[in-house]
């Protein structure tokens, strides 16, 4: 059954409140399992000049670590968005020391409007899409942030769609 936007929002909140810094780490050194094949994917993404990224559900922002380990320092500007405010303080505290990270929590259609349009380059999109209400809007609105050259990492389920 799925949770309302409320529920999921609560529990959500309740999974990066405790041990977030150990589900980072676990996550971004994986090599196996699913966050491991994320991982994967992630460093094999073609190099884009002046990288401008999207991590929609970013949870802790331990795939967008990742991305930017794998870019140095070529990177122009990197979204991390989630609607769940422990996860945000949370990935705020993780890239506290890195430049041109903007951290928005909000809903991701409503997220849209605060990044520059034809911008983004890599969208992330893991675990993420099947909690979109409205996947069309969303996509819909995204269309306009991409830039001219760009990739779309989406890893999901179907349990509700």
């Not at 959500?12 to 780490?25: L, P, V």
């Not at 951290?103 to 983004?120: F, G, H, Q, R, W």
Request: proline share 1%; net charge positive.
């Amino acid at each position: 059954m799925k949770l309302s936007p409320k529920n999921k929002k609560k529990q959500m909140n309740e999974k990066y409140k405790y041990n977030a810094y150990e589900m980072f780490k676990r996550n971004f050194n994986s090599k196996v399992d699913l966050q491991g094949w994320r991982n994967g994917l992630v460093r094999k993404l073609p190099k884009f000049n002046k990288l401008v990224s999207a991590d929609f559900g970013c949870g802790l922002g331990d795939k967008t670590a990742v991305l930017l380990d794998s870019y140095k320092k070529e990177f122009k500007k990197a979204y991390l968005i989630d609607f769940s405010s422990s996860a945000t303080k949370n990935v705020i505290k993780f890239f506290v020391d890195k430049k041109n990270i903007i951290v928005i929590n909000n809903d991701a259609t409503l997220a849209l409007k605060e990044i520059e349009d034809n911008s983004i380059n890599v969208a992330l999109m893991f675990g993420f899409l099947h909690e979109i209400a409205d996947r069309e809007k969303f996509l819909r609105a995204l269309k306009y942030k991409l830039a001219k050259d760009f990739i779309i990492l989406v890893s999901d389920n179907e349990l509700y769609y």
